[in-house]
């Protein structure tokens, strides 16, 4: 589903990652972890398109098409789904219209008839009752006013209605309590399927106790350094990231 | 100026008035770029057309018998006009007041009047409905003497100012409306012009002690005409007055418009000023705060795209303590267009314990829209508070990814943002038919941004 080869990219003309190859297959679930600095985000914000990061080499490939090519709504309408660290706030936008305008754009582009109001709230319900959000927030601003733990099961939320192919959860666990990380876990699990990939950026160990992962990667200095299974999570979180810090640069 | 055909009592009050006001324009000329007030519009082009003959007066303006249906109805092909659930809908077209466009309480039919002079004009006096009780309304040229003795023309100042002396020269028709109870519900004026006409639109609001009541002036048209309004608003004691003015005139049209509220004890006043249409717009609005207590909303938003020029100028006047006023507008501007907010808040010495606060906000769609943003506040006493603050900026680029990054197209997220810019002024509109249609001409604008609610 998704090769990436050799990619070296950054932002603002500081180049972050240094060549990452890595390889995600349809239905699989990939951890990537590292600690700050390393390169995580970067690279999450690279595969969606966020304006200012620049690819400077290499190659992303979305089922067989080039993503590095597309523009922003056009990964997404093709099914990459970003939950971003930090959701922004966009006051005067109406949440549940949003949401409404962008399902309509992405079913238009896979050549599905479009939602009416009625039919899409009958689906927002749906999806609603599996991050456990309550019903007001969809008559609300996007994210504004919203808990830091709210707007990340919004982002969830936003997921499960949009369905996609590949979701690229960047540090989505970042600040929950353990409540708001089980509802997280349990939308991210809700979409697994052998036809849906995902991949989890993660600092902590602690999100893929629910959400258990096909393979574990470990990114240092802009590079994937070491990957495993899931006991290569557990292991990180015994040992911390000076271990492999270590262990990499002795192998250099 | 003409004389008056009419026979109503009005009419020599009117007349008078008028013709000082005509001896004054003379005096005072068209206003040019070296007065600090008009520095950022030229109405040189206006003045040459005019001049020259271009814009005629609608051939009924001296009064009965109307003008021909073609000059009367022709326009209202516009189909933006009207709104729904209004009291009562007073159409004029080309500044003349149009009977059979016109409706009251619901009804298509207006109420005959009691007069000889065969004009259909309202007659409210003894509601069907309770809720518009207390309300009555003539056209200019029917109101009662005493009204227009009282009140007409003794806000808007034509001695200074002189757009406000040439329509008050010119003023033969409009709307007086007068409340003395509590009205729920709206009552909406209706201008409409078309290529050719001169008009002088001229309304009087007076809403006595205790008083509610919401008007909406809507000014729209087709092709190149001249549109030179003034509405005078009076807010007895007590008083609560919602007033909207929704300039929506042809892209190739003038619209030069004043409104003047003035303000008693602890009356209160929303006044909210949208500029969506008109080539070249100046738009006044000026308040006295008159009486002890007396709070005012001022909110403005202007939208411009092309090459439409739309100058906003208020003036706040704290002229007794106690009184406070909250001013915002909201500016979106894109295309080759310039946009100009220039207001002014006046505490004076006797004025403690004023609150007020204004801000302007503007967002540039292009690089080549220009706005000029001048906000001002002379404050002659101590013992107030006061802030004030403006802003120009683009549209913000993590939103607009945020957006984008679910699937929403560009353009269309632009649009949406640009309606949430614009949406703290028109979620705040009381009155649901105007929200309505402020959307739907900003729709017309932003085709895929405006439909949310």
Not at chain 1, 74 to 85: D, I, K, P, S, T
Not at chain 1, 189 to 209: C, G, W
Not at chain 2, 239 to 245: E, G, I, R, S
Not at chain 2, 402 to 416: F, N, Q
Request: hydrophobic share 40%; net charge negative; aromatic share 6%.
């Amino acid at each position: 589903m998704l090769e990436i080869k050799n990619l070296h990219a950054g932002i603002d003309g500081k180049e972050i990652l240094h060549g990452l190859t890595l390889s995600v297959g349809t239905g699989e679930v990939h951890a990537i972890m590292g600690p700050n600095g390393s390169g995580k985000s970067t690279l999450a914000n690279v595969l969606a398109g966020r304006p200012r990061y620049s690819v400077t080499a290499g190659s992303v490939t979305y089922e067989g098409k080039d993503l590095l090519s597309m523009p922003v709504e056009e990964r997404a309408r093709e099914g990459v789904f970003l939950a971003m660290q930090y959701p922004v706030e966009i006051p005067g936008v109406n949440n549940i219209y949003f949401l409404k305008a962008a399902l309509n754009s992405v079913r238009k582009h896979r050549g599905e008839e479009e939602l009416d109001a009625l039919e899409f709230l009958q689906l927002a319900r749906q999806k609603m009752k599996v991050v456990d959000l309550d019903e007001a927030f969809m008559n609300r601003a996007v994210n504004e006013g919203f808990s830091g733990g709210e707007k990340k099961r919004n982002e969830i939320f936003q997921m499960a209605v949009l369905d996609p192919k590949l979701a690229i959860l960047d540090e989505t666990d970042s600040g929950l309590d353990i409540d708001a990380l089980r509802i997280v876990a349990g939308g991210v699990n809700a979409l697994r399927s052998e036809k849906h990939s995902v991949l989890v950026i993660t600092h902590y160990q602690r999100l893929l106790s629910y959400l258990i992962p096909d393979f574990v990667h470990v990114l240092a200095n802009g590079r994937i350094v070491k990957s495993g299974g899931k006991e290569l999570a557990e292991e990180l979180e015994q040992k911390g990231y000076e271990w492999i810090e270590q262990e990499v640069a002795a192998g250099a | 100026m003409k004389a008056a055909v009419n026979s109503a009592p009005a009419t020599e009050v009117l007349q008078r008035i008028r013709e000082q006001a005509g001896q004054r324009f003379a005096q005072l000329g068209w206003p040019t770029t070296h007065l600090e007030e008009w520095q950022y519009t030229n109405l040189q082009p206006l003045q040459s057309r005019f001049e020259a003959g271009a814009f005629r007066e609608a051939p009924c303006r001296t009064g009965f018998p109307a003008c021909p249906e073609e000059d009367r109805l022709e326009s209202l092909s516009y189909t933006g006009g009207t709104l729904r659930g209004a009291l009562a809908e007073l159409v004029f077209v080309n500044g003349v007041y149009a009977p059979e466009a016109s409706t009251f309480a619901g009804s298509s039919v207006p109420r005959v009047p009691r007069g000889s002079s065969g004009r259909a004009v309202p007659e409210t006096e003894e509601p069907e409905e309770p809720r518009n009780r207390g309300l009555r309304i003539w056209t200019l040229r029917e109101a009662p003497l005493e009204i227009l003795e009282q009140h007409f023309a003794r806000y808007a100042d034509y001695a200074n100012h002189a757009m406000t002396a040439l329509n008050t020269a010119n003023a033969e028709d409009g709307a007086v409306v007068e409340v003395t109870g509590v009205v729920e519900g709206f009552v909406h004026l209706l201008f409409v012009g078309s290529a050719g006409f001169q008009s002088y639109p001229r309304n009087l609001v007076i809403a006595g002690r205790g008083a509610q009541i919401a008007v909406v002036e809507t000014y729209a048209g087709s092709g190149s005409y001249f549109t030179n309004a003034v509405t005078e608003i009076v807010a007895g004691d007590g008083a609560v007055v919602d007033h909207y003015k929704l300039e929506s005139e042809s892209l190739e049209a003038f619209h030069i418009g004043t409104v003047h509220v003035h303000q008693e004890r602890a009356s209160s006043v929303t006044s909210r000023s949208i500029s969506i249409g008109g080539g070249v717009v100046r738009n006044d609005v000026s308040v006295s705060l008159a009486g002890e207590g007396a709070s005012l909303v001022l909110d403005g938003l202007f939208i411009t795209a092309g090459t439409q020029h739309v100058d906003n100028h208020t003036l706040i006047d704290h002229v007794v303590p106690h009184c406070d006023s909250i001013e915002l507008y909201k500016g979106v501007l894109d295309g080759n267009s310039r946009g100009i907010f220039d207001g002014r808040i006046i505490v004076r010495p006797d004025a403690q314990k004023t609150v007020s606060r204004q801000n302007n906000k503007n967002l540039l769609l292009s690089d080549t829209a220009i706005v000029d943003s001048k906000p001002t506040l002379e404050i002659s006493n101590d013992d107030v508070k006061c802030n004030h603050g403006s802003t120009i900026g683009q549209l913000e680029e993590e939103p607009l990814f945020y957006l984008r990054s679910r699937g929403i197209g560009e353009s269309e997220a632009r649009d949406m943002l640009v309606y949430a810019f614009a949406s703290e002024i028109v979620d705040r509109m009381k009155l649901e038919p105007v929200r309505e249609q402020i959307r739907r001409a900003m729709s017309r604008q932003m085709p895929r941004g405006g439909e949310q609610r």
